[in-house]
């Protein structure tokens, strides 16, 4: 059996009893050092396969390899692993497979739902998921995505948001984003949510200071009618009270 492990941001508690279930049962962990390095005490002494970030491909190979051979086998992602993350990978794999092997999806807490949480409550109504990474996505479909999201007012979840080598997406996607959200509109930072240095951070489209975002951060923008009170970010959900 191959399990594809959605391990939630960060902690042990905000991880499915489900997913510790499946962890404790695998015989071999397959999953990014980081993650891995995540969950450590939970794997104990397990074979571990883990390898670095650009290798997805490779590491799912050999996590179907293994199961192949009858071992009970878990690949983790962090967060849920059905967004942007392993299993639609391994899944596409295994179809092409002559004796196709079962696969199990557990699903995890992802960044947005665990990012809104420490904010507060910014996914009342309708919102969608963009990452801005364009390693297997062109930024012209990014940008058009960009565009359809903001012209319909859907809160925005931007993954991926920011990292070394795209400096400039965040500012850009932002740009477009204003041509239909004003300058006030709220914006929620959520830093390294579940670890150590988990922060948030509220601010607003025009003072927002890019920096503060990196590959850990998810970035929430409100819709017309979100606002902050109490520290909080809240978009309504249209209650008349
Ligand atoms: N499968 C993951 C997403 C992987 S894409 C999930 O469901 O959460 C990687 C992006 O997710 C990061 O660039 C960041 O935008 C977001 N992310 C992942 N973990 C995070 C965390 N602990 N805190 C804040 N953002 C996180």
Not at 1 to 7: A, E, F, I, P, S
Not at 73 to 89: C, Q, R, T
Not at 102 to 115: D, H, N, R
Request: glycine share 10%; aromatic share 4%; net charge negative.
């Amino acid at each position: 059996m191959l399990y594809v492990v959605g391990l939630g941001p960060g902690e042990k508690e905000k991880m499915s009893f489900e997913a510790l279930e499946c962890l404790k049962q695998a015989e071999i962990i397959v999953g990014y050092t980081t993650y891995i390095r995540l969950i450590k005490e939970l794997v104990g002494d397990k074979e571990i396969v883990s390898t670095g970030m650009k290798q997805e491909i490779d590491r799912c190979k050999k996590a179907i390899e293994l199961a192949q051979s009858g071992k009970e086998v878990a690949v983790v992602s962090s967060g849920d692993a059905g967004v942007y993350g392993m299993a639609g990978l391994i899944l596409e794999l295994v179809i092409k497979l002559e004796e196709p092997i079962e696969v199990k999806v557990i699903p995890g807490i992802t960044a947005s739902i665990a990012g809104a949480a420490l904010l507060g409550a910014p996914l009342m109504n309708d919102f969608c998921h963009i990452s801005l990474s364009d390693l297997m996505t062109p930024w012209e479909m990014i940008e058009k995505r960009l565009h359809a999201a903001a012209s319909a007012d859907f809160v925005i979840c931007l993954y991926n948001p920011r990292s070394k080598g795209r400096p400039k997406h965040l500012v850009k996607a932002l740009e477009i984003i204003q041509q239909y959200k004003s300058g006030d509109t709220i914006v929620g930072l959520a830093k390294d949510v579940g670890r150590k240095k988990e922060l948030g951070i509220l601010t607003t489209i025009q003072d927002l200071d890019e920096t503060l975002v990196d590959m850990t951060t998810v970035v929430l923008i409100g819709n017309k009618e979100t606002y902050v009170s109490n520290g909080q970010m809240i978009t309504p959900r249209g209650y008349q009270l």
